[in-house]
């Protein structure tokens, strides 16, 4: 069973303040994506990653960076907290096209994290 | 650039009653479809994909690239389907693009 696992479910920062949001998956995959969920809005990506070290921009990729040093992990960081980032954070994975056996086109989400930036 | 527009912000109908969930895609080429259910307080999960072609939870969703729609369709609706649903859409690469969802209420 694939397990997607944010390390907070609940966040509460300042203005400026740099923060993390961590994603963790023990499927192995190649693929992990962070969005933002925002009510009428629906889900937005800000980044993927397709492989370790790798990166590339989503749709609103700013005020934000991230990191994957280690396949199962991908960071999402805050530079600088405002409070138009107030959202809740999803992050999701999936495996790469073409792999036998799996479902590859399936993203698999974390349970989510709410940030509140004050 | 590709797009997935979800017409209606919330749907609410009577169970027993037919639903259907409008998702209307704009893409060139031959984009792979999605839909995903999100419960209450439950995380954000696959419902169905058209090159299934199945029928899960009583929901069935057909590609219509004439009309470039994916809607999702149940003939009697449950309580329990009430939830957020999103359509997806993956055109050639490996990464969604979502439409803002639908809420559906089923009424008792």
């Known amino acids: 069973d694939v397990k997607v696992t944010q390390s907070s479910r609940y966040l509460v920062k300042r203005t400026g303040e740099k923060v993390f949001l961590e994603c963790v998956q023990d499927?192995?995959?190649?693929?992990m994506f962070w969005y933002r969920q925002d009510p009428g809005l629906g889900l937005r990506l800000i980044y993927f990653?397709?492989?370790?070290?790798?990166?590339e921009k989503g749709d609103i990729p700013e005020g934000y960076s991230v990191s994957r040093e280690k396949k199962e992990r991908f960071s999402l960081i805050l530079e600088s907290a405002s409070t138009n980032q107030t959202s809740m954070y999803l992050c999701?994975?999936?495996?790469?096209?073409?792999?036998?056996?799996?479902?590859?086109?399936?993203?698999?989400f974390g349970p989510g994290t709410r940030l509140t930036v004050l | 650039a590709q797009r997935v527009t979800q017409p209606e912000k919330l749907l609410s109908v009577f169970k027993g009653a037919p639903v259907e969930l409008k998702c209307n895609y704009s893409?060139?080429?031959?984009?792979?479809l999605f839909w995903y259910v999100q419960y209450s307080r439950q995380r954000l999960q696959l419902l169905l994909r058209?090159?299934s072609r199945e029928s899960i939870k009583g929901f069935t969703a057909d590609l219509n690239k004439g009309e470039t729609s994916f809607h999702l369709k149940k003939p009697f609706a449950q309580e329990e389907d009430s939830a957020m649903y999103y359509c997806a859409l993956r055109a050639g690469s490996y990464q969604l693009t979502f439409g803002k969802g639908t809420k559906l209420s089923v009424i008792p």
């Open positions: 999701a994975s999936s495996q790469l096209p073409g792999t036998s056996g799996t479902s590859t086109d399936t993203q698999y």
């Open positions: 058209h090159i």
């Open positions: 499927m192995d995959h190649e693929n």
């Open positions: 893409y060139s080429g031959s984009p792979e």
């Open positions: 990653s397709y492989d370790v070290k790798m990166k």
